[in-house]
T-cell receptor
Framework: DSGVTQTPKHLITATGQRVTLRCSPR?????VYWYQQSLDQGLQFLIQ???????AKGNILERFSAQQFPDLHSELNLSSLELGDSALYFC??????????????FGPGTRLLVL | AQKVTQAQTEISVVEKEDVTLDCVYE???????LFWYKQPPSGELVFLIR??????QNEISGRYSWNFQKSTSSFNFTITASQVVDSAVYFC??????????????FGTGTRLTIIP
């Protein structure tokens, strides 16, 4: 158990809909990362938040957005869903000590199926 | 740009055999970090090891060992005396220097390892 939790585990929805994926980082971790794992694209970085602020962006679609709340949990919002958005969405967290490279620990993922 | 190549898509070995998973990386950074993650059939990503670019010592952890060679930009992973529980997809990943906003992981495409009882 990595200590990172994600809900829900599975999500089935229809095209055009909007969903919210939730992530709680390990206790004390300030950074949250979102990754998408699909058959087409493999594992890809979407976005990073650090202590409530967006820190880095990857190949995240404009239809997708994220935020990190004061209690450090994060949500990934996916809207106007398309069939191609079906994937496993991972959240990872790490602490950040000055001058120290930290390891990202991953949650169990949310499996999204768009029908 | 960073790139990680895992040329072996699938490997099958008989239990108790040794197996090596290859990882080749590309980066322009002089400081970087390499990782291996395991994804068992249940789907989660499990951290195995982190290696800094300035530390080329090989590492052994039980039946697992890692061979980091900067000269060939490779970070290979060997499982000795494989067991059925080692069956999983293994990902090699690369991260840049420890700078804010530069912490994302670039993953390879993974190697699916099947251990045959």
């Amino acid at each position: 158990d990595s200590g990172v939790t994600q809900t829900p585990k599975h999500l089935i929805t229809a095209t055009g809909q909007r969903v919210t994926l939730r992530c709680s980082p390990r206790s004390g971790d300030l950074s949250v990362y979102w990754y998408q794992q699909s058959l087409d694209q493999g594992l890809q970085f979407l976005i990073q938040y650090y202590n409530g602020e967006e820190r880095a962006k990857g190949n995240i679609l404009e239809r997708f957005s994220a935020q990190q709340f004061p209690d450090l949990h994060s949500e990934l919002n996916l809207s106007s869903l398309e069939l191609g958005d079906s994937a496993l969405y991972f959240c990872a967290s790490s602490s950040r000590l000055a001058g120290v490279k930290e390891t990202q620990y991953f949650g169990p993922g949310t499996r999204l199926l768009v029908l | 740009a960073q790139k990680v190549t895992q040329a072996q898509t699938e490997i099958s070995v008989v239990e108790k055999e040794d197996v090596t998973l290859d990882c080749v990386y590309e980066t322009r950074d002089t400081t970087y970090y390499l990782f291996w993650y395991k994804q068992p059939p249940s789907g989660e990503l499990v951290f195995l090891i982190r290696r800094n670019s300035f530390d080329e010592q090989n590492e052994i952890s039980g039946r697992y060992s890692w061979n980091f060679q900067k000269s060939t930009s490779s970070f290979n992973f060997t499982i000795t005396a494989s067991q059925v529980v080692d069956s999983a997809v293994y990902f090699c990943a690369l991260s840049g220097p420890n700078l804010f906003g530069n912490e994302k992981l670039t993953f390879g495409t993974g190697t699916r390892l099947t251990i045959i009882p």
